[in-house]
């Protein structure tokens, strides 16, 4: 007998293909689509508190599930009348209140049952400020909401919770986490670990290069850093651990590999989608601009492998292992449900339609998966899937959508801005690291989509008023807030992989910090250059992506310290500093053509002339290398 779950499940999954095909009214869809996803949150992941006997632990779920049940007859009921007030001018009736205080509370526990309870005390933070910052002193005070007024901004219009943050999960997010459950569930996700194998196993360093391919290829459909952990962890630390890499460098190259797949081309994350929305642009722009970045991230990732490699002679799988795997060549049709997402967003079609018809062509290519015919008998656990992970995911960024509500309408946002600017002395420099700071210490506690939101509205202004485009405000503010799953304190990525790899937690979250850290300086290339992302002529792009691939290869040298041979100190810190510059000075500009020019000649008198060496020789032998 299937779970009485799975009905609500289907329900929630058959409305979101409707709507597809039949728009509703905004103040129709998107409480349709919060209301059930808080329905399944409950469902999914009851309270969980031991102290509470088992009985008030179901009657306080109950209540819950009955809460819910009131808030979603209230949107029906009155669909008609909030379609058509006026806010601010129609009168907020006691009923409103009463349903917007019950919809905003049920929020926050949900919050708190799917990702924690850091982004409940941040909600909280701002609704107190909504409700009383006229008692904060000076230029940082507000005059306060009145109860009516906030229940109106909040839950009555489309500039809350039913604002743009659901929006996007409505029609953004659920399509792409439907494809990419779907695909894993026919084979995809094990193929992209199986074709890294063959592609790049038998190479030096192999096992690593696996990891960073596989991961690379498992993020364009998974967007989290901690889900592709999880899912190509449990194969490539494995194979490195017996190629004879560390398990604590290990766990580090799957946790940054896995991470670079929130910023990775078609899917990307969900801050992707939250970004289309925000800069009113097409998401396939989105991704088109992410491209190149997440090209540059991923090559000094696997340069750095091959590096490592060379230097210590691990990392190597022995051709028995390759051999054992199953044949690949049968399975690339599985490959299928990806080109025809691509393919239909560059023909112009709509993500959510390029979404739906990948997930389609999925189930078409299913008899030549690993399962075969079998995967369609899972269909009611994949439905379930599908409906679980995006009700973890709608109803943290609805929630998100009070802290939008509060920081735009008490004008908030921009006071941050101007006290942004001038704490950074009134430069791009102390602002950007100022920005740095603040969306590393959000990503710690808060999910990426989280911490992107509140990035952009507190953040981006400032940034934009030093004159950096739109797009590229946005980006930077996205890749440090995606960067802060592998920045220690707080490393969710590294994390999960050091549980996998049994390895110690905080040394596999700095292991994976200093391998990632030329990742850290790429925003700051496309600040300095937009052509990075894919703004400007064909020439302009394809001549940045050169300079940021040399440069993120000269930095990853002088990290591992070794180019054609094992290098001095010196060495490593002349390629250290001509890497950075090389990514931090516009494509072109003097600075930039003397670091290129200095790391250039000496990568090559290095390998003509093995005996140069700058400076004193290392006394490390290559086996105790880091």
């Known amino acids: 007998m299937l779970d009485p779950r799975f009905w609500l499940a289907a329900g929630f999954c058959a409305f979101q293909y409707w709507i597809l095909f039949a728009p509703q009214a905004p103040l129709v869809e998107r409480p349709a689509h919060l209301v059930t996803a808080l329905f399944l949150l409950f469902l999914f992941q009851p ?18 599930l009955a809460g819910v049940a009131a808030v979603g007859w209230y949107y029906w009921a009155s669909a008609d009348r909030l379609a058509n007030r006026i806010d601010m001018v129609d009168p907020v009736f006691p009923l409103d209140i009463a349903i917007g205080v019950l919809f905003v509370a049920l929020l926050i526990e949900g919050v708190r049952r799917a990702v924690g309870g850091i982004l409940v005390a941040v909600i909280l933070a701002f609704l107190a400020y909504g409700m009383f910052g006229f008692v904060l002193p000076g230029e940082a005070g507000f005059r306060g909401f009145a109860l009516p007024e906030a229940i109106e901004i909040l839950t009555m219009s489309t500039s809350g919770i039913l604002g743009v943050t659901t929006e996007t999960s409505v029609g953004f997010v659920f399509y792409f986490v439907a494809f990419g459950v779907v695909y894993s569930a026919v084979g995809g996700g094990s193929l992209f670990v199986d074709l890294a194998t063959r592609l790049v196993g038998t190479a030096r360093g192999g096992s690593a290069k696996v990891a960073i391919v596989g991961s690379s290829l498992m993020g364009t459909i998974s967007g989290s850093a901690v889900a592709n952990v999880t899912a190509t962890g449990v194969f490539t630390i494995p194979l490195m651990r017996r190629a004879g890499i560390t398990a604590e460098r290990a766990a580090a190259t799957e946790a940054i590999a896995s991470t670079g797949g929130q910023l990775m081309p078609p899917i990307m994350g969900v801050a992707a989608f939250v970004m289309a929305e925000l800069l009113v642009i097409p998401y396939a722009q989105v991704a088109l601009a992410g491209l190149l970045p997440a090209l540059g991230f ?5 340069i750095g492998a091959h590096l490592h490699a060379c230097r210590t002679g691990l990392g190597t799988i022995d051709r028995a292992t390759i051999e054992a795997i199953p044949a690949v060549l049968p399975r690339l049709v599985l490959l299928a449900p990806l080109f025809v997402l691509i393919g239909a967003l560059a023909a112009g079609w709509s993500a959510p339609s390029a979404a739906m018809y990948s997930t389609l062509s999925c189930f078409l290519i299913a008899p030549f998966g690993p399962a075969g015919w079998r995967t369609l008998l899972d269909a009611p656990k994949i439905v379930r899937d599908v409906a679980r992970q995006a009700a973890e995911i709608a109803v943290p960024i609805g929630a998100v959508g009070i802290v939008i509500a509060v920081a735009i309408q008490s004008n908030l946002a921009l006071k941050f801005a101007a006290g942004l600017m001038s704490a950074g002395g009134d430069t791009l420099g102390g602002a950007l690291l100022l920005v740095i700071l603040g969306c590393i210490i959000m990503g710690m ?6 911490a992107y ?3 952009a509205i507190l953040f981006v202004p400032a940034v934009q008023n030093f ?11 996205m890749y440090y807030c995606v960067l802060s799953m592998v920045t220690p304190p707080v490393a969710l990525a590294s994390y999960a992989a050091a549980g996998l790899a049994r390895s110690p937690i905080m040394a596999t979250s700095l292991r994976a910090f200093q391998m990632s850290f030329v990742c850290f300086l790429i925003p700051l290339g496309f600040i300095a250059d937009p052509a990075l992302l894919a703004q400007g002529s064909l020439w302009q792009v394809l001549l940045a992506s050169a300079g940021l691939l040399l440069s993120t290869g000269v930095w990853a040298a002088g990290v591992v310290g070794y180019a054609t041979r094992v290098l001095s100190w010196p060495e490593r810190v002349l390629l250290l500093a001509c890497g950075f510059c090389a990514i931090i000075y516009p494509t072109m500009s003097l600075p930039w053509w003397l670091a290129n020019g200095a790391a250039a000649t000496f990568l090559l008198l290095s390998w003509r002339f093995p005996g140069f060496v700058l400076g004193l020789p290392t006394a490390r032998r290559a086996g105790n290398a880091p």
């Open 47 to 64: 309270l969980k508190a031991p102290a509470f006997p088992a009985l008030v632990r179901h009657g306080l779920d109950a209540l819950c």
């Open 298 to 302: 991923y090559a000094a990732l696997f």
């Open 445 to 450: 506690g808060l999910p990426t989509v989280a």
């Open 453 to 455: 939101i509140i990035g």
């Open 467 to 477: 004159g950096v485009p739109p797009l590229g405000a946005h980006f930077f503010v």
